[in-house]
């Protein structure tokens, strides 16, 4: 009997990240408000589905999804000044699209979290997955770099 892939219960907590932040932007909702919806209506699998039915996303960590929308929100005025930095000058934070907005807020916060996240490249490359996951063009490659400067500034002892 061949072996199902196992469940990235990691991956799905940062494309739940991504997803509570992009609504929180748009609907104005605070951190806590948005992570009780998904908590409620979108982490989880339904009793007698497959698991991805209505926009839910079943095999989230729950704590890793609450801190990661917490520090992202917390800290928003900080990871947007050093995403700012990061970013081309023509290419300035509020011109980049919302959804890739969430992807480097959420990666940056988990960044920051230096003793609670795993190695700077693995969450440079999960944010870029994820960013792939949402766009065909140039943008997961801006994700990867804009990450990539912000983890050698950040914990620079790593590379």
């Known amino acids: ?8 219960s990691r991956t799905a907590s940062r494309v739940a990240a991504v997803l509570a932040l992009f609504q929180s ?9 948005v992570i009780d919806q998904f908590i409620r209506h979108r ?3 339904l009793p007698g589905t497959g698991g991805f ?3 839910r996303i079943p095999d989230a960590e729950v704590p890793l999804f609450q801190r990661v929308v917490r520090a992202a929100v917390l800290q928003q ?4 000044a050093q995403l700012a930095e990061m970013l081309p000058p023509e ?7 919302p959804v890739l907005r969430a992807v480097l807020r959420a990666g940056a916060a988990e960044l920051r ?7 700077a490249r693995v969450v440079i490359n999960e944010y870029m997955d994820i960013a792939r996951g949402f766009f065909t063009g140039a ?3 801006l994700a990867n770099a804009v990450l990539d400067r912000l983890a050698h500034s950040l914990r620079a002892g790593e590379f």
Not at 77 to 80: A, C, N, V
Not at 91 to 97: C, K, M, Q, V
Request: charge should be negative.
């Open 43 to 45: 982490l989880g699998e």
């Open 139 to 141: 943008e997961p490659n």
């Open 77 to 80: 005025s900080e990871i947007d």
């Open 1 to 8: 009997m061949a072996r199902m892939p196992r469940p990235r």
């Open 25 to 33: 932007q748009q609907a104005g909702d605070s951190a806590e408000t």
């Open 113 to 119: 979290m230096q003793n609670e996240a795993p190695p």
């Open 91 to 97: 290419w300035p934070l509020a011109r980049i699209d």
């Open 53 to 55: 039915e209505d926009g």
